[in-house]
């Protein structure tokens, strides 16, 4: 799909556009038909996994000596865009690709050649569990303990809203290893098979239902010692900080491609489907809401491209990755809106995609951090 012909992105080149046929042949062949499948079984399959790997889908933009495949951020762009614009988000591939990022960045040499190979290849789903029953955005909050005994942590407490909960082979915790306060914050790789490991249930949600988001239960789970990430406690926070505007520009990203997906499909209804003797395209109201619609897509379009531009060089900070991921979320669930509309009541209907991409969309205001706090963290830049 391929909404703006005279368009461009600057970051794209002769190898990206290789990889991007790749990619979206995968998603179009082993993701989009599964769709409703995974809806009702609230989960994907393995095998996807497996695929993806095969491909270099999971981690492309990690060194060839741990298992990916030596790409840069911009292949792992094209990823996140190609899955947008086949309506998928069920798929937990950003999550791995998050998890397998905190290891390369912060891990010590032993947790890299351990883990990153098995994330890369898709035999290895991990999930990350930040969020608390009690906690949202607030992480210097969390209550989740990792105490030290001899050679090993003892882990302790509750985790929600878990992507990738129920077929995670393993999980970065967001523990408490000391004192109140962002000091006092590790992260742990913690197995699911350790004893003490209890997944909660798959939770109900409005959308996005092919994705396995759960509660996570750690009773008395006690995990070596070498499992801190970096080999060093309470240097957990500053970790989360330096990777998270990475994560929220893959939001961004995503939303942007959900957005083209979102107007290729209402333009192919509206030049179908007819009303009072002629196509919904030829009335007036119809082409000033899509001319409308195209423009903040294009528009949404060069602000993204700016954003990968900057993950690529190096440059991405807090500031632009919040404001992307806020502003791009609020348009991709205003123009999700405005595309139903044209559908009718047939817009309504699951059997639809548009109204899947609709209830899809409303948690990406909320999950990487809500449009809330984005907009605070801004403030502070001003």
């Known amino acids: 799909m391929q909404m703006f012909e005279n368009y461009s992105s600057h970051w794209m080149d002769g190898d990206l556009e290789q990889f991007e046929a790749v990619v979206a042949r995968f ?15 609230k989960r994907t399959g393995r095998d996807v996994w497996r695929k993806a790997g095969e491909l270099g889908i999971i981690l492309p933009d990690v060194p060839e000596q741990y298992g990916g495949s030596g790409g840069t951020p911009a292949h792992m ?3 996140i865009r190609e899955q947008a614009r086949v309506g998928d988000a069920a798929f937990g591939v950003m999550l791995s690709h998050i998890v397998g990022h905190y290891i390369l960045a912060f891990g010590t040499e032993a947790q890299k050649l351990r883990w990153l190979p098995g994330i890369a290849s898709g035999e290895v789903i991990c999930s990350i569990a930040m969020t608390e029953p009690g906690t949202g955005s607030d992480l210097q909050a969390i209550r989740c303990r990792a105490d030290r005994a001899g050679d090993a942590y003892v882990v302790n407490g509750a985790k929600t809203f878990i992507t990738n909960g129920q077929q995670s082979d393993f999980v970065l915790v967001v523990a408490r290893t000391g004192a109140e306060g962002a000091k006092g914050i590790s992260l742990i790789l913690v197995e699911t098979a350790t004893p003490g490991f209890r997944r909660g249930k798959c939770l109900d949600k409005i959308g996005i239902e092919g994705a396995d988001t759960s509660e996570m239960y750690f009773d008395d789970c006690t995990v070596p010692a070498d499992n801190v990430l970096g080999g060093v406690e309470g240097q957990g926070f500053y970790q989360l900080m330096g990777q998270l505007p990475h994560e929220r520009a893959a939001i961004a990203i995503s939303a942007q491609g959900a ?35 195209k423009a903040t897509v294009l528009a949404c379009r060069t602000f993204c491209d700016h954003v990968i531009e900057k993950w690529v060089d190096g440059t991405l900070d807090s500031a632009l990755a919040s404001m992307a991921k806020f502003w791009l979320t609020d348009r991709q669930v205003e123009v999700i809106d405005r595309c139903l509309q044209f559908f009718g009541g ?22 990487g951090g809500a449009n809330e706090i984005q907009r605070e963290l801004v403030g502070r830049s001003l």
């Open 259 to 293: 957005m083209e997906r979102a107007l290729a499909l209402t333009l192919d209804y509206v030049k179908e489907r007819k009303a009072f003797g002629k196509a919904i395209v030829d009335f007036q109201n119809t082409r000033f809401e899509l001319a409308d619609i």
């Open 27 to 41: 998603f179009r062949e082993q993701v989009e038909p599964n769709d409703l499948k995974w809806r009702e079984a």
């Open 77 to 79: 762009a094209v990823v």
């Open 346 to 367: 047939y817009g309504y209907m699951r059997e639809y995609p548009i109204a899947r991409m609709y209830t899809d969309a409303r948690v990406q205001r909320i999950y």
